[in-house]
């Protein structure tokens, strides 16, 4: 089965850096998503972390630790625009992506 | 240019209507999927495809059919729709189905009155 866990929400000031946490317990490991979805909008791709350890872009890193089912997403510098809901997600074995509730991001001035 | 076109966006109807959501993709994925969206609850797997004439039920099939007699094209069809349908639908398609670079459609909003 999939179990994937991530706050509900999520405040931060703008300039600042915040980190998302998501943990997951998996039947069948194969890669974890982190997709950003602003309110009413359709999900859009940030990273993909199949292997342990940081992976960096641009202002968004994500980091996995499969040895405890464990990963984070860091937003630095963070801007008005980055208001959002943060979506984690892993690939089950059935064929089928599973996501996490989404943790909404609210950036303040 | 790549997308996953969906239609309508929105959509306010009466229980028990036969309704369908299109959905079509121009990247020549093999794997669709449709999701449901509601607070709290996250995106949950309604049905996906693998392939053309092959789909399967994902976690919330009840009331919902799909069909997928062409490639790109993979609707989700609500025979009789009742109030407890009313949410945010989004269909995706991917090269694989471990979901590694799943493109989404906008998204369309559904309300069953």
């Known amino acids: 089965g999939q179990n994937i866990d991530q706050p509900t929400e999520m405040t931060a000031t703008e300039g600042a850096i915040v980190q998302i946490n998501c943990t997951y317990q998996t039947s069948g490991f194969n890669g974890l998503f982190w997709y950003q979805q602003h309110a009413g909008e359709a999900p859009t791709f940030l990273s993909y972390n199949v292997l342990d350890g940081l992976e960096e872009k641009g202002r968004f890193s994500s980091f996995l630790s499969r040895s405890k089912g464990y990963s984070y997403l860091l937003l630095k510098e963070l801007q008005m625009k980055d208001s959002a809901s943060y979506l984690c997600?892993?690939?089950?074995?059935?064929?089928?992506?599973?996501f996490g509730g989404g943790t909404r991001v609210l950036v303040k001035p | 240019e790549a997308q996953v076109t969906q239609n309508p966006r929105y959509l306010i109807t009466v229980t028990g209507k036969k309704l369908t959501v299109t959905c079509s993709q121009n990247m020549n994925h093999e794997y669709m999927s449709w999701y449901r969206q509601d607070p709290g609850l996250g995106l949950r797997q309604i049905y996906y495809?693998?392939?053309?004439?092959?789909?399967d039920k994902g976690d919330v099939p009840e009331g919902y059919k799909v069909s997928r007699k062409e490639k790109r094209n993979f609707p989700l069809i609500l025979e009789s729709p009742s109030p407890n349908q009313t949410s945010l639908y989004f269909c995706?398609?991917?090269?694989?189905?471990?979901?590694?670079?799943?493109?989404f459609g906008s998204g369309t909003r559904l309300t069953v009155v």
């Open positions: 997600a892993s690939p089950a074995a059935g064929n089928k992506l599973t």
């Open positions: 995706a398609s991917s090269l694989s189905m471990t979901g590694y670079g799943y493109t």
């Open positions: 495809s693998m392939n053309v004439e092959v789909t």
